[in-house]
C-alpha cells in the first residue's frame, strides 16, 4: 500500500471506523484513541496489507484493540451501563431510532458489534466472523439473537407506551 | 486397632466430621442414631449442627417451559431465522424469491418482518471523526546527492565566489587608476599656483616610508608645520642614509610622470634656505599623494593599493626611473649644500651624505 492509498484510506474509513467504535464505547477520547491505534497499526504495516482488504484490516485492530479497552476499563464501563438504564425513562420512547439506541446499549460488546457491522457495513456472516474471530455460524446464531433482543426490547417499550 | 474402633465412634474429638457427613446425608442408619445419641448426651452442640445445616444450598424446583420446544414454536423460529436471513441479505436468490412470495401471502410474516426490520441500524448516519488530519501521513524523501553531484556543486560554488572576488578585484583596480589621474591633475593644478606648501596649515595626507617593521603604507594625517618635524625626527633616527633613499623613491609612477614636465626642481634649486630645501626634496614624496580636498578617503587607499602591489613589471620600471632621478636631484643639492657651505657632502669612502644634518661652526 503506498502512501497516497494509505491517505486515501483515511478519508474513506475514518468515519465508519469511528462509528463503530464510538457506538461500542460511548466515549469520544477512547474511541479516537483506538481508531488512531488503528490506523498507525495500518500505516506501520503497510506494506504487508492489501489495498483492497484494508478496511477489514481496520475493523478488525479497531475491533481487538476496542476489547483490549473495554478489559481495561471493565468497571467502568458497568457503571455506564447502569447510568445508560436509568435514562431509559426520561427519553422519549417514541423515537425509534431512540429506543433502538437505547436497545442496542443492552446488547453485549459482542452482539452490539455484529449489529453495527452488518447494518453500518454491510459485511457479510462470513467477513464479520473473520473481523470478530468468530465462526460463520456463531455470527449467524449471536446476530439473530441480538436481532430478537433487540426487537423485544423494541416491542416492550411500545406496549408500555 | 483401638484407633480404627475409635473412629467408628462419635466423641468429642471426631463430631465435626460427623455432623458434616450427616448434614451430606453420607451417614448408614446407625451413625445416624449415633449422631444423635451424642447431641442429646451434648445438647450445647446442637447450635454448632444446625449452623452447618443452613449452609446448605435449599432445594430449587423449575419448570422449564416446554412450549417454546413444541414443534409448533419450532416452526415459527425457522420462519424467523429465514426473515433474519433475508433482512441481512444473506440468503440465495431461489430462497429470497421464495420468502418473498411467503411474504406476499401471508401477513404474519409480514408482520414478524417489519418487527425486524425496525431493529435494522440506519447506515447513512454519519459520525464524522473529528480530526482526520492527525492520521494524514506524509513521508520525507531524503534526495541522495551522487558524487559526480556533488562535486559540482562544490565547483560551481568555487566558481562563484571566484567570479565575484575578481570582478570586485578588477573594479577596485580600475577605481585606483582613476583616482590616481585625479590626483595626478589635482596636484598639478595645485602646484601650478604658488602657493608655499611647507607653510599651509591645511593638514596633509603624508606617506612615510616607514622602516621595515612598520606597515609600508602607514598613513598619517599631521598638519604641515608639524610635518617638518616629523620628517626630521625620522631622518634622526633612521638607521642610514639608505632607507631614506628608499624612502624617497617610493612615490608611485604618476608623479614620476609629473616630475617630467613640472618646474619644482628649478624652484627648489632656487630656495634660499638649505633646510627647507633638504626639507622639501626629503618630503617630496608627500607631493605625489594628493592633497586632502575632501573627507573622502577612498580614492587615496586605491592609489595606495595599486603602488603597494608586488610584481608588477611597470612599476619597477617607474621605480628605477624615480631611483635615477632622485639621485640625479640629490647630487644636485649635494653641490649647492657644499657651494654654500664649503662642507664636503661626500665621506672618506666616497659616499654621498643624504640627510645627514651639518651645521657649521664658525
Known amino acids: ?161 | 486397632m483401638s484407633s480404627k474402633q475409635n473412629d467408628t465412634k462419635i466423641h468429642l474429638g471426631n463430631y465435626e466430621e460427623f455432623f458434616i457427613l450427616f448434614m451430606d446425608n453420607e451417614l448408614n442408619k446407625e451413625q445416624r442414631h449415633m449422631v444423635e445419641d451424642f447431641l442429646a448426651a451434648h445438647p450445647d452442640l446442637r447450635g454448632e449442627l444446625e449452623l452447618l445445616m443452613s449452609t446448605r444450598l435449599p432445594v430449587e424446583e423449575f419448570d422449564i417451559n416446554k412450549e417454546e420446544l413444541l414443534s409448533e414454536n419450532m416452526k415459527v423460529n425457522s420462519v424467523d431465522e429465514d426473515l433474519l436471513l433475508f433482512i441481512d441479505n444473506e440468503l440465495t436468490d431461489e430462497k429470497k424469491k421464495i420468502i418473498a412470495l411467503e411474504l406476499a401471502t401471508n401477513a404474519d410474516h409480514k408482520l414478524q418482518l417489519t418487527g425486524l426490520m425496525k431493529t435494522k441500524l440506519d447506515a447513512d448516519e454519519i459520525i464524522s471523526y473529528p480530526n482526520k488530519a492527525e492520521l494524514y501521513r506524509r513521508t520525507e524523501r531524503v534526495f541522495m546527492l551522487r558524487t559526480w553531484m556533488r562535486v559540482a556543486a562544490i565547483l560551481l560554488v568555487l566558481a562563484t565566489f571566484g567570479v565575484f572576488y575578481f570582478s570586485r578585484n578588477s573594479t577596485k583596480h580600475t577605481d585606483a587608476i582613476a583616482a590616481g589621474n585625479n590626483a595626478a591633475v589635482q596636484k598639478k593644478n595645485e602646484i601650478s599656483i604658488p602657493v608655499n606648501h611647507a607653510n599651509d596649515a591645511q593638514p596633509m595626507i603624508v606617506t612615510t616610508s616607514a622602516p621595515k617593521q612598520k606597515s609600508a603604507n602607514e598613513e598619517k594625517i599631521i598638519p604641515t608645520k608639524e610635518k617638518k618635524e616629523t620628517i626630521i625626527r625620522h631622518h634622526e633616527n633612521t638607521p642610514s642614509a639608505n632607507d631614506d633613499l628608499v624612502a624617497l623613491n617610493e612615490p608611485s609612477e604618476k608623479i614620476t610622470e609629473r616630475k617630467t614636465t613640472d618646474p619644482i626642481d628649478a624652484r627648489l634649486v632656487t630656495g634660499s634656505v638649505i633646510g627647507s630645501i633638504v626639507a622639501e626634496n626629503i618630503s617630496k614624496d608627500s607631493f605625489n599623494n594628493p592633497i586632502v580636498t575632501s573627507t573622502d578617503s577612498h580614492p587615496y587607499i586605491k592609489e595606495k593599493a595599486t603602488v603597494r602591489k608586488p610584481g608588477d613589471g611597470e612599476a619597477d620600471v617607474a621605480s628605477n626611473d624615480r631611483k635615477g632621478s632622485v639621485k640625479g636631484f640629490l647630487r644636485k643639492a649635494s653641490r649647492l649644500i657644499e657651494k654654500r657651505t664649503g662642507i664636503d657632502p661626500v665621506n672618506d669612502n666616497g659616499e654621498l651624505l643624504i640627510g645627514a644634518v651639518a651645521v657649521k661652526l664658525k
Not at chain 1, 500500500?1 to 494509505?6: D, G, V
Not at chain 1, 453495527?116 to 455470527?139: P, T, W
Open chain 1, 1 to 161: 500500500m503506498t502512501e497516497k492509498e494509505y491517505n486515501e484510506c483515511v478519508n474513506l474509513y475514518a468515519d465508519n471506523v469511528y462509528r463503530f467504535i464510538v457506538k461500542n464505547l460511548r466515549h469520544e477520547e477512547d474511541a479516537r484513541d483506538v481508531v488512531q491505534t488503528a490506523f498507525e497499526k495500518l500505516w506501520r504495516h503497510r506494506n504487508e496489507v492489501d489495498g483492497a482488504k484494508s478496511k477489514s484490516y481496520l475493523f478488525t485492530v479497531a475491533y481487538n484493540q476496542m476489547i483490549d479497552h473495554l478489559r481495561k476499563v471493565k468497571k467502568i464501563t458497568l457503571k455506564e451501563d447502569f447510568r445508560e438504564e436509568t435514562r431509559i425513562y426520561n427519553r422519549p420512547a417514541n423515537n425509534l431510532k431512540a429506543v433502538l439506541e437505547e436497545a442496542l446499549s443492552k446488547l453485549s460488546e459482542t452482539q452490539r458489534s455484529l449489529v453495527m457491522l452488518k447494518d453500518y457495513e454491510g459485511y457479510s456472516y462470513e467477513e464479520i466472523g473473520k473481523i470478530m474471530n468468530l465462526s460463520e455460524s456463531q455470527v449467524k446464531v449471536y446476530l439473530h439473537r441480538a436481532r430478537l433482543q433487540l426487537k423485544e426490547y423494541i416491542v416492550k417499550v411500545e406496549n408500555v407506551i
